[in-house]
């Protein structure tokens, strides 16, 4: 018990030092209706992120960071209806194209999930290309022109979007931040073994529970 202790204590303290409102930003990636909806292209998908608890815990953090000044980043995945510059060079394209809904720019399917809620001074980051929230995309320049040291990376999926996303993070020099518990993927006990295995390697982990009272709680001097 005492070596547990000491663990959440050590933990709690690397986060404080990590989540300054100030240079945090936090990320959703591809919570968006086509995916995680009730009508998503990927209904196995969008019901772990509900049955696992990852959404609520993702409208826990965005609320939360609303409610303290983090910068929220909201990374969408989208293709335009004739398909061009869309990345064809793998499978997961390819099996993309063919399905019932399509994340066409400028339709529901894109838009934010219901129970995350936008504010005006969130930041919407939309590819039509490739894996990754970042690589290609305007993310980098604009976390950077914000001041970001720390990005919290949270959404789907922990198969293919999420460690490509907290890997771009680490090799452009930010801390990432992963809360287990505002991430998932397929099948659900995939991404637990993902993040203990891989994530933890280059991120902090934590729960959205630590990250919230974390960032509303007092500041160090």
């Not at 409610?67 to 099996?95: C, I, K, M, Y």
């Not at 838009?111 to 970042?134: C, F, K, N, T």
């Amino acid at each position: 018990m005492a070596t547990n202790e000491r663990m959440n204590e050590r933990l709690n303290e690397r986060l404080a030092a990590q989540l300054d409102p100030a240079s945090t930003v936090l990320m959703t990636v591809e919570c968006q209706q086509g995916v995680v909806g009730l009508d998503s292209a990927l209904p196995e998908l969008a019901k772990v992120a509900r049955s696992s608890g990852a959404l609520h815990n993702i409208a826990r953090l965005v609320a939360a960071a609303h409610e303290t000044g983090v910068q929220v980043l909201h990374a969408v995945a989208e293709r335009r209806p004739d398909g061009r510059g869309a990345s064809r060079n793998a499978r997961l394209f390819r099996a993309a194209e063919r399905l019932p809904v399509q994340q066409y720019s400028g339709t529901t399917a894109v838009r934010i999930v219901d129970g995350i809620d936008v504010a005006d001074e969130d930041l919407v980051v939309r590819r039509l290309h490739g894996l990754s929230p970042i690589a290609g995309t305007d993310v980098d320049p604009l976390l950077r022109n914000l001041g970001c040291r720390t990005l919290i990376v949270s959404g789907v999926s922990a198969n293919v979007a999420i460690p490509n996303a907290v890997f771009d993070a680490v090799n452009l020099g930010y801390t990432a931040v992963v809360p287990a518990d505002a991430v998932a993927g397929v099948p659900a006990e995939y991404t637990p073994a993902m993040i203990r295995n891989t994530l933890a390697l280059v991120a902090t982990v934590a729960t959205t529970d630590d990250i919230v009272a974390c960032l509303k709680g007092p500041r160090r001097a």
